[in-house]
């Protein structure tokens, strides 16, 4: 019987994945096949790396096996149905632009070879283009959009693992000439790569040491029901509170597919939790939903301002690539304890709070005035969950740039935001240690300390910790006069 491919991607799972149920009701052997993306980036790997250790895991226990590619998607997938006389190719869908048009490249060269090509949703509770407002428009706002969202159809039901993959072995490559991959496994027979072979690990240093989570469908569904009975009692109370463990942690999880939005909607359904803590739960999937809403109807999202009035600003004037002050940026050394709290966090784990990514990613880009982009890339390479919509959407929320953003005279006070989110200062304690015998009064502000309580806490202030690379005040005396051109 021929077989029939399923490409993993962005899905890393077995349950509740619509390709692979549909797949398996073929009848047909499968070949279950990963494409490796080579601009996967830098902390993300390391997800990646144990989230398809444990989908290898997961299809040996099924009778089946992960078959490791990487390489031109087209010329791979092209050779692998030559190959194998595969009749068919099921994938989940993605949504940057790039990754819109080289499926629908995909799908166009393999239904012109007569193979069965057909991609379905595994990644968003609602397709992005079932969604307008009155006009027939996107929307750009987000709670017109999600009471949409919210009045239409529920979510599809939520598909079962298969109990058995029938498995159709690997072909040895077909050397036909045109049909041959321009790849590694030329001449060489569809060798199915180790994991190692994808250099997904960093080795020296092992920057990943301190990295959390526990990447895989297991360690997803074990997250889940760890936040359903436990921290969500909390979450509408405490979720902006770093410090207070009240999120779900599963961005990373719903960055690699180990779960799908829908195995959490329902999960959410079916929990005794509160209505007010499961609403406010959910409409934060919400906001994941809306900004790959966003993506996909702008497009230009990813690398210019949604609002087009801020399209020529010039972010940071001359300090615009001021590498000293981003550096301190990235480094956690801006001398504002929150600041650096968040940043070293992230350095650290791999992750970083909700709140603490907007007082951040403002002081990068109100009080120093760098272009978002420079945070988003930051962001983008250090970041567990770093994902293509919601890193790109939040920058430009941040910013005061994109939809339903921030407006230009939010700007987050570091001081004040230490002080309502972290009052006792654990968060901070946890990550500048440098500060920790500080009392928590001082903690947001230490150059407010009394000389005495400084050398009692062994705190020199621009030697054991920095002074503040710009004092507030100036900072956003300075930004507001540079943004309020744009209103
Ligand atoms: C500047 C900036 C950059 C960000 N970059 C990313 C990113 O690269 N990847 C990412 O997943 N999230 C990003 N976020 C959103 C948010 O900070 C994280 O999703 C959240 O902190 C993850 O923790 P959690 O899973 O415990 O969230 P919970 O509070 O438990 O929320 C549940 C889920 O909802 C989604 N979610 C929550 N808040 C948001 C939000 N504001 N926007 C979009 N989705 C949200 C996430 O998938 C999250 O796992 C960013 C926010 C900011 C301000």
Known sequence: MNPCIVLFREDLRLSDHPALSAACDTGQPLLCVYLHDEQTPSARAWWLHHSLAALQRSLQQRGSQLCILRGDALQQVHALVQASGA?????????????????????????????QAQSFNARLLHEPWTLYNQSGAPFRVFT??????????????????????????????????????????????????????????????????????????????????RFINGAISRY????????????????????????????????????????????????????REFSYYLLYHFPQLLTEELNAKFRDFPWG???????????AWQRGQTGYPMVDAAMRELWQTGIMHNRSRMIAASFLVKHLLIDWREGMRWFWETLLDADIAANTASWQWVAGCGADAAPYFRIFNPIIQAQKFDTEGDYIRRFVPELRRLPAQYLASPWSAPEATLRMAQVELGSTYPRPIVEHSAARARALDALKSLS
């Open 317 to 327: 004037g001359e300090d615009a690539t001021n590498r000293p002050l981003i550096q």
């Open 236 to 287: 509408a109370a405490q979720r902006d509170q770093p410090s207070a463990a009240a999120t779900s942690c599963l961005s990373a999880h719903l960055q690699c597919g180990d779960i799908s939005p829908h195995q959490i909607w329902y999960a959410l359904q079916g929990a005794d939790v509160s209505a007010k803590d499961r609403e406010k739960f959910l409409s934060e999937v919400g906001w």
């Open 87 to 115: 009749d068919t190719v099921y994938w989940s869908r993605r949504y940057a632009p790039a990754q819109i048009a080289a499926d629908a490249e995909l799908k166009t060269q393999l239904r012109a070879q007569g193979v």
């Open 144 to 225: 017109p959009y999600w009471k949409a969202a919210l009045r239409q159809d529920a979510p599809r039901a939520v598909l079962p693992c298969p109990d058995v993959i029938p498995s159709a072995p690997l072909p040895s490559h077909s050397n036909s000439g045109e049909n041959d991959a321009q790849s590694e496994n030329e001449n060489k027979g569809f060798r199915s790569l180790s994991l190692e072979e994808l250099n997904l690990l960093p080795s020296q240093p092992n920057w990943a040491a301190n990295f959390v989570g526990v990447p895989g469908e297991e360690g997803a569904q074990e997250c889940l029901q």
